[in-house]
């Protein structure tokens, strides 16, 4: 019955236990700060994308999108894997170094996307205190090939394991640098516009009070929790202790998170999914 499909992974997989963690809202913010280092992959952002504009409908909309992938039926994530694929085929952005204009649905780009975002989620969930072996985190990766078929990836062509991950990175860094939009894009994912229902005041420009310094204790962390490599081409970030400062507020906040009621820190996508799970469970094996 589709009321009881458990979707592309299930509650026995990597992925549910790495993704139930509210704390990965740090590795989403993460993965962006990576992403805007691949000049080619930005100009395809930067051209086509709204994000100024919308930040959180944006943001809310990629939660969304990642949600259902991970917790939603197998329908449910193939139909939301049709309409990416669909958005990205009309889309294109000419290089900024070269004038050569290109789809965005280049499989480099879908992989660089794809690949520094499971990385961000996993190797954010570790340094935050989730409990995961090196076998573990290979079985993510692994898993993670089904993400990345629905955005059109031949998963074979997707690093499986950390060994593989960490290959494919030092493949990639030469093309990796800060240009103009990457700076700028940066300065914006750490000080966007707040929700209007969030906002106070604004004094000399910049809209004050504890969200706006809750928001930037979390870019601060997720910057800090970048490989050394990518914080140093932000400008010497690169220090062990700012990793080390990363990963105590990392571990902290998830500590906070857990302190706030479950129905609270679970979107309907993955109550439904927990729901699901539960049903089959409690069915009786057939004789």
């Keep these: 019955m589709e009321s009881d499909d458990l979707g592309l992974f299930g509650p026995g997989s990597v992925t549910w236990r790495v993704h139930e963690e509210p704390v990965l809202i740090v590795a989403g913010l993460r ?3 990576l992403q805007a280092l ?3 992959a930005m100009a395809g952002v930067a051209q086509n994308s709204n994000y100024r504009r919308d930040a959180w409908g944006r943001l809310q909309r990629t939660a969304t999108y990642v949600a ?7 329908a449910e994530a193939e139909a939301a894997g049709r309409r990416l694929r669909a958005l990205h085929a009309r889309l294109s952005a000419v290089d900024p170094t070269t004038g050569e204009r290109f789809r965005v649905d280049e499989p480099e780009l879908l992989r660089w996307v794809h690949v520094t ?3 961000s989620f996993v190797t954010t969930a570790r340094r935050a205190g989730v409990a995961l072996t090196g076998d573990q985190v290979d079985a993510y990766y692994t898993e993670q090939r089904r993400s990345a078929a629905l955005v059109g990836l031949d998963p074979a062509s997707v690093p499986g394991t950390a060994a593989e991950v960490d290959a494919y990175y030092r493949r990639v860094r030469p093309e ?5 939009e990457a700076a700028e894009t940066a300065l914006f994912l750490t000080a966007p516009p707040l929700p209007w229902k969030l906002s106070l005041p604004v004094r000399l420009g910049v809209t004050l009070g504890p969200p706006r310094w809750a928001y930037f204790g979390i870019a601060g962390t997720a910057l800090g929790l970048l490989p050394a490599w990518a914080r140093r081409l932000y400008g010497g970030l690169g220090l062990p202790t700012t990793a080390l400062s990363a990963e105590v507020s990392v571990r902290a906040l998830r500590l906070a998170l857990a302190a706030v009621p479950q129905r609270y820190r679970e979107g309907p996508i993955l109550q439904a999914a927990r729901e699901r799970a539960t049903r089959l469970a409690a069915r009786p094996l057939p004789v």
Excluded: I, N, Q, S
């Design 38 to 40: 691949h000049p080619r």
């Design 176 to 180: 990796l640098r800060m240009t103009r």
């Design 117 to 119: 975002e499971v990385e």
């Design 68 to 74: 259902t992938t991970v917790y939603g039926t197998t």
């Design 31 to 33: 993965a962006l700060y």
